[in-house]
């Protein structure tokens, strides 16, 4: 497994303003994902994040809107932009291969929780 | 595409007696069937998985079953106790969707004392 952390953990933000939020692995991980986790649904994937590489995202969420960056094996941010309320939602980041961990396991932060106001 | 449906939405169970959530998947090549909890306030917690050269797997008080020509598996756990109330998720790989996690909607335990 893996110790996952995320900054920050909640946050009230203006609509058009922006946030960062930060994962921090505790060991070298190939595949870093991020996802959107509305209040009593499921985890809906935003992008997978690869060191070296862009980001891929999945449909409905756009670079521009969702940046992200992997500068390193144990780090990633993901950016969300111009906010609306609508975007108010738990961001979760999550790891696989972890620690020499078996393919397709995932282990996830403790997530960040946003509001739009 | 992969879809995982998930059933319950919410199970009540006496304290102490057995609960069972059930998934089904449609992708046939699916081979990775993980199970997480969700306690309020935290991320997703991995519990157990399954891969698909088994039929089930056991945890203590937890185990998960898989049959593959029905294309269904199941979360069983036992002896339930209070700190078992959380939202369970199922998840299956989506060998057609760039084998990411394709997740069920969550199933909502509650344990009565």
């Known amino acids: 497994s893996a110790v996952i952390s995320q900054k920050p953990s909640r946050d009230i933000c203006q609509r058009g303003t922006s946030l960062t939020i930060q994962c921090q692995v505790d060991?070298?991980?190939?595949?870093m994902f991020w996802y959107r986790q509305q209040p009593g649904q499921s985890l809906t994937l935003i992008a997978t994040?690869?060191?070296?590489?862009?980001?891929?995202?999945e449909s409905g969420f756009v670079i521009d809107k969702f940046p992200i960056s992997r500068p390193n094996l144990t780090f990633s941010t993901l950016t969300v932009s111009n906010m609306s309320p609508e975007d108010s939602s738990i961001y979760l980041c999550?790891?696989?291969?972890?620690?020499?961990?078996?393919?397709?396991?995932?282990?996830f932060g403790p997530g960040t929780r946003l509001t739009v106001t | 595409g992969e879809n995982v449906e998930q059933h319950p939405s919410t199970l009540s169970v006496q304290e102490g007696d057995s609960a069972v959530i059930k998934c089904t998947y449609s992708d046939s090549a699916s081979n990775y069937f993980p199970w997480y909890k969700q306690e309020l306030g935290k991320g997703p917690q991995l519990i157990i998985d399954?891969?698909?050269n088994v039929g089930e797997k056991k945890d203590q008080r937890i185990a998960v079953t898989l049959n593959k020509t029905a294309k269904h598996f199941s979360l069983h756990i036992t002896e339930t106790q209070p700190e078992d109330s959380a939202v369970y998720f199922c998840a299956a790989v989506g060998m057609d969707s760039n084998y990411q996690l394709i997740w069920g909607a969550g199933t909502k335990l509650i344990i009565k004392p």
């Open positions: 999550s790891v696989e291969g972890a620690g020499g961990g078996n393919f397709y396991e995932q282990y």
């Open positions: 399954i891969r698909s």
């Open positions: 994040a690869n060191q070296g590489s862009e980001a891929t995202y």
């Open positions: 060991s070298q991980v190939t595949m």
